[in-house]
Nanobody, 119 residues
């Protein structure tokens, strides 16, 4: 089992950048593929980005491709989401998640961090 804690959210203006971090507790962080999701008010949670256990396989939602970068530091038990050129439509609560298997869904979730982008 793994516990996840996100940080780094905040209020920024359109065009600004933010870096989110997600710290994982427990052993064997490298056993988990990690992902970022977000949920805007009144909308369903949506996929943002995913990174494989050692970073060799990365996927992004079309809406963030070219602006967001997911990375991980297995020695620090942390996954990051660098967000550049932020837009008001990026406003949401951002969640990190972990899965021990590429064939199953994300089983472990953090509590979320709020990102608000003003126009």
């Amino acid at each position: 089992q793994v516990q996840l804690v996100e940080s780094g959210g905040g209020l920024v203006q359109a065009g600004d950048s933010l870096r989110l971090s997600c710290a994982a507790s427990g052993r064997s962080f490298s056993s988990y593929a990690m992902g970022w999701f977000r949920q805007a008010p009144g909308k369903e949670r949506e996929f943002v980005a995913r990174i494989s256990r050692f970073g060799g396989d990365i996927n992004y939602a079309d809406s963030v491709k070219g602006r967001f970068t997911i990375s991980r530091g297995n020695a620090k038990n942390t996954v990051y989401l660098q967000m550049n050129s932020l837009k008001p439509e990026d406003t949401a609560v951002y969640y990190c998640a972990a899965t021990p298997s590429t064939s199953s869904g994300f089983a472990y979730w953090g509590q979320g961090t709020q990102v608000t982008v003003s126009s």
